[in-house]
């Protein structure tokens, strides 16, 4: 692999994408050029395409390698990749639109657009959005098997894997499944009277200004990225493609990665839909049982351990995707690449390592914490630092116990500014405080500089 990396750069084809970057540093920048090309090389995966959102907006974007290999394209953002299953957050979204137009509800049944199908009369458009309706995945592979270089129809998905008996009953657990998508994608076909992705540009790429192909049609042009794959870890070849019929509302689009980001955008800023639409999709569901499925409506709901994040993978013939969203911080990360045995999952990870999840609080800021924070191991609040609220949250007792367990700390050897983000209309400050014995979280919210809360946690 370290020769193909020598070789690639000889050819000046890493780091050749046209790149915008004015709100990222450019030694974190530079950083995250070196980590792409070092995955790139690592992998053997001909090219990589890259967006970083940070504060709601685009602040990199960035190609590495080969889009083409014979002949030899350099990869640019301008190209689009394949994003395989996070075309399901689109699918998802074009439902909850008929949501709001009143065409049909989350707790329909299946059965009331698609005659037939078992459990059709019990399993909802929710649970087949979710993962938890209990129809077989028609794609469990992670290579094209021969059934899939031939076309087919909706139906023909149905019949063989929906009109078979289920692999459990529905709600009573989670198991993926693009067979879902395509049911989901012949609801929207019926609700709305057009092909499904007639009705999707129109109603969801169109309105945001997303150029988007549509590669159950057929592989992209000249103009985009090739995708690529290979046998145990011979040489990159160009990957077969799946016949028409098969990618429908599950894997559909091929997006450029800064397009992408503004889909991650639009939903952090709760455009297109109604927040509650968004919420919607952003809940995790709940099993049966009450068990956390980690999943809302084609989204994968989960934390990073600092906030809340939400993602979703992708894989098609020859190509990977990765899309991570911070929301509650306005960021995200988008990772495509041409290959199917490549590792966008980890580049994404090595470059949320490289940034800041949030801003940060301001040094006037974090002087004001360490004051108060000090104040309080003497059991005393600085009142002019309070809202009505946070005030009478300082009751005796509380200070008393403040006192009593932080006054034996001794003095704050440093205060650490971890994040600073909005929050239910205050600004959500984060900080870790160190003494000489151990360190603690401070979760502040203040309206103005004053706290509405100020709490101390176990580090």
Do not use: C
Request: charged letters at 20%; proline letters at 6%; a neutral charge.
């Amino acid at each position: 692999m370290r020769t193909l990396l020598a070789t690639l750069f000889m050819s000046g084809l890493l780091l050749s994408g046209a790149a915008t970057g004015a709100d990222l540093a450019p030694d974190v920048t530079a950083k995250i050029d070196a980590a792409v090309t070092q995955a790139l090389a690592d992998s053997g995966t001909p090219g990589a395409s890259i967006a970083v959102v940070r504060d709601g907006t685009i602040a990199y974007v960035h190609a590495y390698g080969q889009a083409r290999r014979e002949p030899a394209v350099a990869a640019t953002p301008a190209q689009r990749f394949a994003i395989g299953s996070v075309s399901k957050q689109f699918t998802a979204a074009a439902v909850m639109l008929l949501v709001e137009d009143g065409a049909l509800s989350l707790d329909d049944t299946v059965g009331k657009f698609i005659p037939n199908l078992t459990d059709g009369d019990r399993i909802t458009i929710r649970q087949v959005l979710s993962h938890t309706a209990g129809y077989r995945d028609f794609w469990p592979q992670d290579y094209v098997p021969a059934m899939m270089e031939k076309p087919i129809t909706a139906d023909g998905i149905f019949d063989r894997w929906a009109r078979v008996p289920l692999d459990f009953q529905p709600g009573e657990a989670w198991q993926y499944s693009n067979t879902g998508f395509t049911i989901a994608a012949r609801i929207v076909e019926k609700a709305s009277g057009q092909p499904f992705f007639t009705f999707l540009t129109n109603r969801v790429l169109k309105p945001l200004g997303l150029d988007a192909a549509d590669i159950d049609k057929g592989p992209l042009g000249p103009k985009d990225a090739a995708g690529y794959t290979r046998y145990a870890l011979g040489q990159p070849r160009p990957a077969p493609k799946e016949a028409p019929g098969w990618l429908v509302g599950a894997a559909q689009l091929a997006l450029t990665p800064q397009d992408l980001a503004r889909w991650d955008i639009a939903l952090m800023g709760q455009k297109l839909l109604k927040p509650e639409s968004w919420r919607t999709m952003e809940t995790s569901v709940r099993l049966n049982n009450g068990q956390d499925a980690r999943y809302g409506l084609g989204l994968t709901v989960t934390s990073d351990g600092a906030a809340r994040l939400l993602r979703h993978g992708g894989e098609v013939s020859g190509f990977l995707a990765e899309n991570r969203v911070w929301p509650d911080l306005g960021m995200a990360i988008v990772v495509l690449v041409n290959s199917d045995y490549g590792d966008p999952a980890g580049i994404a990870q090595k470059i949320s390592a490289l940034l800041p999840l949030a801003t940060q609080p301001s040094a006037e800021e974090t002087a004001t914490a360490r004051a108060f924070l000090e104040g309080l191991a003497h059991g005393h609040a600085d009142a002019t630092h309070l809202t009505a609220n946070g005030a009478a949250y300082f009751s005796p007792a509380a200070l008393a116990d403040y006192a009593a367990t932080l006054g034996p700390l001794g003095a704050v050897t440093d205060l650490k500014p971890m994040a600073r983000r909005l929050r239910g209309g205050f600004t959500e400050e984060i900080y870790q405080a160190r003494y000489a014995s151990r360190s603690v979280r401070i979760v502040a919210r203040a309206d103005a500089g004053r706290y509405e809360q100020f709490l101390v946690y176990v580090d």
